[in-house]
């Protein structure tokens, strides 16, 4: 028996391939009758960008990078309902509803994903997949593979498809 798929945990890095990886999440969640939760995680900044920081800004660099950080999500969701607009069509009809959660979070993606999706409780994990070079046939990107080589969940890892998609992140700045 196939466990019950309730909520969805959507890795994006707003990239091409993970605009189409979308599709696929909505279209889970819209059959499953599941919840989508949006994750972008944000790298850490290097430590000699920290102490700039901490020099340019003083004791306000917590507030900084608050500021940063809610401008930040509120350009994921922005992107989010711009993209469900536009793939509505393709979807449906609209794919808001199906968004729970978005977060951004700063962190090592991999170690984000891992905790997002055992702390929100998902049962399947989205996640694009980047083909670089020539290795692309022979290696899953960094992310994707650690992901897979450390995760106890479903993962459907969506490969950007060898046609043009018309839908990219890019596109909804």
Known sequence: MIPQVKKILYATDLSKNSAYAFFYAADLARRREARIVILHAVEPAPPHVERYYGRFYGEGVEKVKEQQKKEITEEVKRRVELFCQKAGAHLGGPCLELVSKILVLEGHPVEEILKVADDEGCD????????????KQTFLGSVSR?????????VLIVPLPPEEVDIDWAEMS
Do not use: A, Q
């Not at 399947?124 to 290795?135: A, E, Q, R, S, Y």
């Not at 650690?146 to 479903?154: A, C, F, G, H």
């Open 124 to 135: 399947l994990l989205v996640l694009g997949n980047h083909g670089k070079g020539f290795l």
């Open 146 to 154: 650690s992901v897979l080589d450390r995760i106890k969940k479903p």
